[in-house]
């Protein structure tokens, strides 16, 4: 049953049944004949279906006014941005000029993420297009260059390997997101102490190269996917590397892990910072994505990530796990 047909039965009802207990009442008093007075409740009753009708019809119409203003919204071409919804053809009424201003929210909040997701891909397609076409500008110039010497080339490989390894970093913290958004994360054991010392060994001849110590120290369990976690800590610390004077330390404890470096420090709040692909001065991280990636993973993990002080001097970043 619909809501009108609802609203209409109750008028009806509360018009009909005080008149019909009326009529029954001076009935079994003798006060008239049966005819007519079944007559008169014949009457009343369609009556009071007609007041039950057109009242609920006139309660309901600005009801059904934002219907179809929504069902003129879902069948509307074109970007969402473009999107706004009909004024109304009178005032509604308190409750429905505040259904409306809900809508009129949710449709702002829709137009934001599209906005925000917009900037997302055109701000990926560049960092993504700046060093493949870097990468072939260079494999241009080294298949025209026959007499460039050894160091050269040398020299250019190197940049050629380093504009390569930005991109598969990107596509790795890519393929990191989408895991985040296609399943849960599989929660398991984790022995923080092995964890690290893979990292260890896959980041050590990277901080020889910069002429950086790369530590650990301490040990912990905690529950989270490996895969994931890798990912987020990996990041942490290519960042730490990145910016250290001269050592980077990774501490384990139950349930968290810390990345502390002897650089500068965070220049701006770790908010900010995490924001994908954000413009500026201050950024750490491939496009912005490593700090969000790794803020990401902790808090589908039922962690998060914070800064923290840290007794080198530098950056302290902070990554809490479930314990045991």
Do not use: I, Q
């Given at each position: 049953m619909s809501l009108r047909a609802r609203l209409a039965l109750v008028i009806a009802l509360l018009a009909f049944l005080p008149n019909l207990v009326l009529a029954l009442t001076l009935g079994l008093m003798g006060e008239g004949p049966w005819l007519p007075l079944l007559l008169w409740l014949l009457l009343l009753a369609l009556v009071s279906g007609l007041v039950g009708y057109f009242l609920s019809r006139g309660l309901l119409r600005p009801l059904e006014e934002l219907t179809r203003a929504l069902a003129y919204l879902s069948v509307k071409e074109g970007p969402v941005t473009v999107l706004r919804l009909p004024s109304p053809k009178e005032p509604p009424p308190q409750e429905i000029a505040k259904l409306r201003q809900r809508f009129k929210e949710l449709l702002e909040r829709l137009r934001e993420l599209m906005e925000a997701r917009e900037a997302f891909y055109?701000?990926?397609?560049?960092?993504?297009?700046?060093?493949?076409?870097?990468?072939?500008?260079?494999?241009?110039?080294?298949?025209k260059a026959d007499d460039l010497g050894k160091e050269k080339r040398v020299t250019?490989?190197?940049?050629?390997?380093?504009?390569?390894?930005?991109?598969?970093?990107?596509?790795?913290?890519?393929?990191?997101?989408?895991?985040?958004?296609?399943?849960?994360?599989?929660?398991?054991?984790?022995?923080?102490?092995?964890?690290?010392?893979?990292?260890?060994?896959?980041?050590?001849?990277?901080?020889?190269?910069?002429?950086?110590?790369?530590?650990?120290?301490?040990?912990?369990?905690?529950?989270g996917e490996r895969l994931l976690l890798e990912r987020a800590l990996a990041n942490l610390l290519e960042n730490a590397l990145r910016h250290a004077r001269s050592r980077v330390r990774l501490r384990l404890?139950?349930?968290?892990?810390?990345?502390?470096?002897?650089?500068?420090?965070?220049?701006?709040?770790?908010?900010?910072?995490?924001?994908?692909?954000?413009q500026g001065e201050g950024s750490r991280g491939s496009s912005g994505l490593g700090l969000f990636i790794a803020k990401r993973v902790a808090e589908a993990l039922g962690g998060r990530l914070v800064a923290c002080a840290t007794p080198l001097g530098g950056a302290g970043l902070r990554l809490e796990l479930p314990r045991l």
């Open positions: 055109a701000a990926l397609a560049h960092d993504l297009k700046t060093p493949l076409l870097s990468a072939l500008r260079a494999l241009e110039y080294l298949e250019l490989l190197n940049a050629l390997r380093e504009e390569l390894s930005r991109t598969h970093l990107l596509v790795e913290n890519l393929l990191t997101l989408s895991r985040l958004e296609a399943r849960p994360p599989h929660k398991e054991s984790l022995n923080l102490r092995a964890l690290a010392e893979d990292l260890l060994l896959r980041y050590g001849e990277e901080a020889r190269k910069r002429g950086l110590v790369l530590e650990v120290e301490g040990a912990g369990l905690a529950r404890e139950e349930g968290a892990l810390l990345v502390e470096d002897d650089g500068p420090g965070l220049s701006l709040p770790l908010e900010v910072l995490a924001r994908p692909f954000r």
